[in-house]
T-cell receptor, first 112, second 116 residues
Framework: SQQGEEDPQALSIQEGENATMNCSYK?????LQWYRQNSGRGLVHLIL?????REKHSGRLRVTLDTSKKSSSLLITASRAADTASYFCATLQETSGSRLTFGEGTQLTVNP | EAGVAQSPRYKIIEKRQSVAFWCNPISGHATLYWYQQILGQGPKLLIQ????????DSQLPKDRFSAERLKGVDSTLKIQPAKLEDSAVYLCASRPLPRGRNTEAFFGQGTRLTVV
């Protein structure tokens, strides 16, 4: 079963705008990770946030984690057409033998 | 360092035929995952290895799917016989440490399987 659920399923914005994607999960986790997937390709890791962290930044990416609500958000600032891709959150549960479980993803389209 | 290698990249077979996918993880990575990704959906975990032992195969359809990891390195995933609903991208990923560390997974490019 899928652990994470992303919201929205699809997002279309103009270049320069910010994009926010949300992820909710069901069980306790060790960390939450965000991945990007271009059409027809493998997944690329973007950022990892540990369960004891609340916010993390990497370049134009900002990730927040609220373990009490079992939710996370990914913010991409000043979006570019090259950011067009699918974005997935994944939760790591060490109690399940380091199981890495993905959500259904958000399809982001950035229009030039 | 070299990434996760998968082959073949594409495969078209008829239903009821057999197919095998191969994965070579990053050297030294103890954990290896196989995922099935149906078009428009997120990756679904099929099986997870730690070295050459199975950690989790709860979502593997064992009547038709099998997987092994030879000497804790390369892995193969087999489908026999294939069904139309097996059409998907099969992704292999590896992770450096089995537990206790906050590390990401590294993915191969995947094998796109079409069953006709």
């Amino acid at each position: 079963s899928q652990q994470g659920e992303e919201d929205p399923q699809a997002l279309s914005i103009q270049e320069g705008e910010n994009a926010t994607m949300n992820c909710s999960y069901k069980t306790s986790i060790n960390n939450l990770q965000w991945y990007r997937q271009n059409s027809g390709r493998g997944l690329v890791h973007l950022i990892l946030i540990r369960s004891n962290e609340r916010e993390k930044h990497s370049g134009r990416l900002r990730v927040t984690l609220d373990t009490s609500k079992k939710s996370s958000s990914l913010l991409i600032t000043a979006s570019r057409a090259a950011d067009t891709a699918s974005y997935f959150c994944a939760t790591l549960q060490e109690t399940s033998g380091s199981r890495l479980t993905f959500g259904e993803g958000t399809q982001l389209t950035v229009n030039p | 360092e070299a990434g996760v290698a998968q082959s073949p990249r594409y495969k078209i077979i008829e239903k009821r035929q057999s197919v095998a996918f191969w994965c070579n993880p990053i050297s030294g990575h103890a954990t290896l995952y196989w995922y099935q990704q149906i078009l428009g959906q997120g990756p679904k975990l099929l099986i997870q290895f730690q070295n050459n032992g199975v950690v989790d195969d709860s979502q593997l359809p064992k009547d038709r799917f099998s997987a092994e990891r030879l000497k804790g390195v390369d892995s193969t995933l087999k489908i026999q016989p294939a069904k139309l609903e097996d059409s998907a991208v099969y992704l292999c990923a590896s992770r450096p440490l089995p537990r206790g560390r906050n590390t990401e997974a590294f993915f191969g490019q995947g094998t796109r399987l079409t069953v006709v």
